[in-house]
């Protein structure tokens, strides 16, 4: 299964895409020491012809904020942070709905409410349920930066972890109906053997594919809080001029550019698309990556079926078999 992965174009494409944006955002901040150029009036020799914010340019790829800062390299800056909390994130939504899996196997009477706690989410907005359990914590003193941080990942780690328990043991279930786990059990293997030797190579490929699919429901989660102003590592307010404050995300991460940046959408249109465009482009490679983790494990299993059919065509039947009856008597 895993040496299929890397002979997908799918899978290639997208890894490769994420993999040089990460080492990009990696080596701006240990390389170029995570500068941002900042620049607010442009003068041709001491007479000002322009201001910011400005527009994308060859000098400005993605044109720049109202600080006259570069636009392109705060979301380059940015998106270590933001892919580092969805890989985070997914990874303990992974750990905890296996656990969480795990013992719904054996759940009982408690296996209904626990599908009707996980099906209550499919009509509850997570983010506006996020936002509304968030916000007296974001604007209360009385917690650190980091206290916030904590409790925000909490929440959206804790908010998928129903209905992904509910589907592992859900695949669990359908591998457990396979004859070869029923073989298993009748040579009396217990539980926890038939799940790590027999079950488990079965279930890798679909929680690689969840894991892929939770990223992405993190990074859609993340975009649609920025847009609600629940920015995932802090925020601060910058002074421009005498007028007004600008929200400003302390990280870069991409929710807290697109939040910060939301209510200059008719102003300096660029400042939303391209923040827009990064988290939708991520959301691609992911969806590629994806396709690739479904197209081998469909492979895998093809070639499996095969071979099953090919050992049994070297197999004699009856039918084929030719017999000789040979009478012989005893001889005292």
């Keep these: 299964m895993i040496k299929g992965i890397w ?9 490769l895409f994420v993999f040089s944006l990460l080492t990009f955002s990696l080596y701006h901040y240990y390389v170029m020491d995570n500068e941002i150029y900042e620049n607010q009036i442009v003068y041709e020799g001491i007479t000002p012809v322009d201001k910011a914010p400005f527009a ?8 720049s904020d109202r600080m006259g800062a570069d636009l392109f390299y705060q979301i380059i ?33 408690i296996l209904p ?5 996980g099906q209550s989410f499919y009509y509850i907005p997570s983010a506006l ?8 914590v974001i604007i209360s003193d009385q917690f650190t930066y980091w206290d916030k941080v904590y409790f925000e990942l909490l929440l959206i780690v804790l908010i998928a972890v129903p209905n992904t328990a509910i589907l592992i043991k859900e695949e669990i279930n359908l591998i ?30 679909k929680l690689l ?39 400003v995300s302390v990280s870069n ?41 479904k197209r081998a494990s469909d492979q895998t299993f093809v070639k499996k079926k095969v071979k099953k059919k090919d050992f049994s065509k070297v197999q004699p039947t009856a039918k084929d078999a030719s017999f000789t009856f040979i009478n012989k008597k005893k001889i005292s």
């Design 7 to 15: 002979k997908q174009p799918f899978f290639i494409i997208g890894f």
């Design 129 to 136: 349920l996020i936002a509304l359990i968030l916000w007296p």
């Design 209 to 247: 594919l969840m894991y892929v699919q939770q990223v992405i429901a993190v990074l859609l989660l993340l975009a649609h809080l920025g847009i609600l102003g629940i920015f995932f590592g802090g925020t601060i307010f910058r002074e421009y001029g005498m007028e007004f404050t600008i929200p």
């Design 176 to 205: 457990q109906q396979e004859e070869f786990i029923t073989s298993a059990k009748l040579m009396g293997g217990s539980r926890l053997r038939i799940l790590i030797k027999h079950v488990m190579p079965h279930l890798w490929p």
């Design 77 to 109: 800056s940015g998106a270590k942070h933001t892919l580092g909390i969805a890989f985070l994130a997914s990874f303990l939504r992974m750990i905890l709905s296996y656990l969480g899996g795990i013992l719904l196997l054996s759940a009982g009477r």
């Design 253 to 293: 991460e991409w929710s807290g550019l697109l939040g910060g940046y939301y209510y200059q959408l008719r102003l300096a249109p660029w400042l939303v698309i391209f923040p827009v465009l990064s988290f939708a482009t991520v959301i691609m490679a992911f969806n590629f990556m994806a396709e690739g983790i």
């Design 113 to 117: 409410v626990v599908k009707g706690l």
């Design 56 to 63: 994308p340019s060859s000098e400005y790829w993605f044109g």
